[in-house]
């Protein structure tokens, strides 16, 4: 009987097709969607429940600390609807190269399964879970340059914060390269010039989309079942979904965690700032050393001229004298964005503190 | 945490015989997540137009005698009037693929949508059982609520042989208990997706959209939640007292148990001036951090204009 159960369907290449597929003229109302080249720019993006649930689920379940997924869907009229998300495994410690083959295989296998399946199956970004809002690091950076070559609209990541939702308060944000940041990327050039003439800080790194959550009616009946309470139960025994108060806990926690990460980062940003000084300092000592070298040469010649004598000949200085490469400053400025997020998150924790204090107190009468 | 409309059916709870030790005890609850249900939801919306229902594999984790479904994936079957069949490649590509992700989730089941529990869905269940023998194959069959007269609700079986010489496609579904599960932390994601969808229901809107808040306004909704029902809690109290309503006991006692606990907090005013200092200490304390933290920001703004500054 299992033999029988088993007989696996006919492949779906050998499905019978429909006929030579009918295409029906698309609406008036329709035409000024069909946005071959991307050229409809991006409002916002839509977040299906699917997905959020799915993002929530593997940041709670991944043992990794920044567990990374795909998120599915398709971009119309300017919105970026993301319909389905899966994650993608997580490698510790094995080799780069293998690793990213096996990923590229999971990837391709599981698009095809989710295709027969009536799934969608094109990439439009990627999501990444963070805590206390540091979410910039140069493997997102790296990932997002890869998508915003490949992906209509480059694609979006979105960021979800981990702690901020264990705080009742479920965050999601949606973000791509700025262009500044993408030019600077593609010349692979992060020294000082570079920065400065594209205006390159760690906010102008990522440029925020507006993201919205959607839910289809169907799911949105069925969330509105389970957190009616009916009718006919007794007190007490509620809904599904109960309401939940813990947005009003007073102890803010996580302070002190949050206070040691700023001061983590700082060091961070602090051992690379020193490094870039120190090798900022080599820079100007062995282009002083050059100078030094191309003064002398210029006097002795100016000697030999003042002698009657022909002037030496020209030299190339600089293969007598290495100048090293201007350090790439990229690292230090997402060192000093994660700083900036995680004293961010620090000031919302306290903003809300002070608001639940006087809460509490108001009370009591005091 | 019922799951549906109410049922008159009596979850037995299968004797523990020490005869089978070998044997694994049937499971006598199961626990879904919201996301193996979203899924199932969303492998409903995208089926295909001759299906009636759509079938799929709960990953999950299994104690002794309680199955908790962690998620779920859709499998590819056909139902005609003679024959079922079932994608077996594709459930084993998929399996394998979650695998990779998560190791610990393991097959625990199948769902359905559809209250219709055939002959079919017997031999479904049958080969189910051999995916997760030794352990019973959980089932759960999922209504979606769009069919006139079937609310809408999510029901566990398990399944029993039935007959002197048992067939694979007869057996007795026994109903167990389901309840919705998730971790607390990720409670608020659930909330604000129900916020989403009940924002909806009233507006003719045919999808619903909100964006999610920052932790300011999630408190301040809060309080205002609390406010409201602090005023319709005095409403009925009013009521009550003015011999304008029936006043119910039960309520009174939830009442008093409530209130009782914050109460006693203002009986000894002693204690007042000691609560105000530890306030104001950690006032202060607060205030401290929030200074802090405004500082480094601005360190950092001024340190990245001056990286770009020095170049000049």
Redesign the interface.
Known sequence: MAAALAASLPAPSAAPTPAAPTYEALPSSMSTLIDVEAEIPLRFVQLDGLVVSKILKHACDSNSSSPIGLLLGIDLDGVLEVSNSFALPHHAGDDDDKSAKSVARYQTSMLRSLKEVQGDDSIVGFYQASTLGAFFNQNLIDLQAIHQDKLRHGGVVVVHDVSQTARENASFRAFRLTPAFKDAYKKSSFNTASLASHQLTFSSILEELPLKVHTNPLLSAFLGEFSTVSPNTVLGSASALPPSFSALDLNSGGLTKNLEHIVDALDNYRNEEGNLAYLSRQIARERAKADNYVMKRKEESAARVAQGLAPLPEEDVTRLFKIPPEPSRLESMLLLGQVDAYAKSLAETTSTGLVKMYAATAGSGA | ???G??SSAINIQPAVSSLSQNVPRTPTSISI???A???I????????DDQDRVIGTLLGTRTETHVEI??SF?????ETSE????????HR??YE?HR???SKEVIVGWYSTGSNLNTYSA??Q??YA?ETGPHQAVHISLD???EPGQP??VKGYISSPVGVFPK??NCVFVPIPV??KF????????????S???S??PSTS???????????E???S??E??ISMIDRVLTYVRAVLAGEAQGDA??GR?LMDTLGA?TE??ADVGG?AA??GG?NG??QD??M??Y???L??AQ??V???L??????
Do not use: C, W
């Open positions: 945490m019922p799951l409309p109410p997540h919201p996301v249900l979203f899924s939801l969303d492998h409903y919306l995208r089926r295909k962690r998620t859709a499998v590819l079957h056909s024959q079922v069949a079932v994608d077996m490649d594709y590509t998929m693929l990779k992700v998560n031999l479904i049958n080969f051999q979606t609520g769009v809408a609700g694979p496609e309840e919705l971790r607390d932390s990720e409670r608020s994601g659930v909330d604000l997706l129900t989403t969808a009940l909806s229901l045919s999808s619903s959209l909100s964006s999610p808040t920052t932790s300011l999630t408190l301040s809060s309080i939640n609390i039960a309520i939830y914050s907090g203002d007042s609560e105000m306030f950690r006032l607060t205030l951090v929030s802090l933290a405004n480094v920001r950092a703004e340190s990245s204009r990286a770009l500054v020095s170049a000049a």
